[in-house]
């Protein structure tokens, strides 16, 4: 079998990578996915129970792109969606990001301005310099005890590394505010796509330069096609045969439960932030797709070091091995690593869009 590109995982990278060279340079595009289905993380789908439910947690689109926007756009109609979580912390449910309402709650206050909550935070803060580490940066803009409340635990569970092993970049995430916007998101675009993101990956890789095989694993098939150009998308260590030792990434285990319930929680998303309890989140479905169903799907999310690989885990020592890696990239000039792990980024679904149609760019200019 001869084709022009072969592209490994149909996630967001290869999906729009695909489109993009089948619809636009009328190439031959084979698509190989290990897992049984396209939309590589945002894969979402029915459950038996009839609720649609993302089956890799939850993923709700945001971004400041108009150009990403745009583009998806010719793949999906939308329904507005603006995310809203609330931190369990004790018996109690608190607005996170962390804002005036959160701290009125909290502390038993009653701030009304922004430069009261301001005032607040400077007589709480510790001056962190320079911002080294996810510790630093939540100390230096609220100080210990309001770190150690909604992040210390929470992100020891997330990742089993305390937030001063990890990259400034990862806690740095999350926005502290002074208003009372509970948006978890400020960005200009946030949707949800109207028939689910599965449906609009059907739609992305519809043309008919471009075929997929599901539940292949590339290295079991390189030797059986001839290709001219090749765009990988999973791990990175796994391309090089783990050359350099395994690079960490981190996986969650989905725990699904059906509940005869009309609602199980208030917003679409509670994050737990004490230690003694094993999971980090739960996230009740319908809330995010705004389905109506009598009954009700959540996931609970208990992270751990084996299975999917889910997230890269940024910090200096796993950036140098991701280098080392890098560097073998250059001798191979006809293979583009590309996306969440290709790269080993703690990338959202738009930066991975927005990567993809610019390495696109670059394809085309050749
Ligand atoms: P992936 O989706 O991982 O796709 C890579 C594909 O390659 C996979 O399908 C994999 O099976 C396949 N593959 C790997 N190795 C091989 C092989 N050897 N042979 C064949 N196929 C292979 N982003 C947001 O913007 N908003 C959110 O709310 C959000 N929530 C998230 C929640 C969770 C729990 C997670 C894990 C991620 C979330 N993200 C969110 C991030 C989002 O999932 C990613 O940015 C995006 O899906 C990455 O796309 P990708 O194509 O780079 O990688
Ligand atoms: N985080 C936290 N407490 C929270 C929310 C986030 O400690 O209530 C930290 C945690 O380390 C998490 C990171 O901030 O992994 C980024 O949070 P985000 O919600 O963006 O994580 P994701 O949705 O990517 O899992």
Not at 101 to 106: E, G, M, P, V
Not at 196 to 210: A, P, Q, W
Not at 218 to 242: A, H, L, Q, S, V
Not at 307 to 334: C, D, V
Request: proline fraction near 4%.
């Amino acid at each position: 079998m001869k084709i022009d590109y072969l592209i490994v995982g149909a996630g967001f990278a290869g999906s729009v990578l695909a489109e993009r060279i089948a619809s636009q340079l009328n190439k031959k595009v084979l698509v190989v996915e290990k897992r049984h289905h396209i939309g590589g993380n945002a894969y979402d789908e029915f459950d038996e129970y009839g609720v649609l439910v993302h089956r890799y947690g939850p993923h709700i689109f945001h971004t400041n792109s108009k150009g990403v926007f745009d583009y998806l756009s010719k793949y999906t109609e939308w329904i507005p969606y603006e995310h809203k979580v609330m931190a369990r912390l004790g018996d109690e449910l608190y607005p996170i990001p962390i804002n005036k309402l959160t701290i009125n709650k909290l502390f038993n206050k009653n701030f009304r301005t922004e430069k009261e909550v301001l005032e607040f935070y400077d007589s709480l803060k510790e001056k962190r310099y320079p911002i080294e580490n996810s510790e630093d940066v939540i100390v230096n803009q609220v100080g210990y005890e309001l770190f150690e409340k909604f992040f210390k635990y929470y992100t020891k569970k997330q990742w089993n590394l305390f937030p001063n092993e990890l990259s400034p970049s990862v806690c740095g995430r999350i926005p502290v505010r002074t208003n009372e916007d509970c948006r978890y998101f400020t960005d200009k675009y946030q949707y949800m796509p109207k028939y689910g993101y599965t449906k609009m990956f059907e739609n992305i890789l519809s043309n008919k330069n471009i075929e997929v095989a599901l539940e292949t694993d590339y290295k079991n098939i390189m030797n059986d096609i001839k290709f001219d150009k090749m765009i990988y998308t999973g791990p990175i260590d796994y391309f090089f045969d783990y050359e350099f030792g395994k690079l960490p990434y981190r996986s969650i285990d989905f725990k699904l439960e059906h509940h005869h319930l009309e609602s199980y929680q208030e917003p679409a998303v509670v994050n737990f932030v004490d230690p003694d309890i094993n999971f980090t989140r739960v996230t009740e479905y319908k809330k995010l797709t705004q389905q109506q169903t009598k009954n009700t799907t959540i996931s609970k999310e208990f992270s751990s070091d084996s299975g999917e690989p889910f997230y890269s885990i940024p910090n200096e020592q796993n950036r140098r091995l991701f280098k080392e890696y890098y560097r073998l990239t250059s001798k191979i000039p006809n293979v583009l690593f590309c996306g969440r792990l290709a790269e080993y980024q703690y990338y959202n679904m738009d930066q991975v869009v927005a990567k993809s149609l610019k390495v696109f760019m670059e394809i085309s200019k050749k």
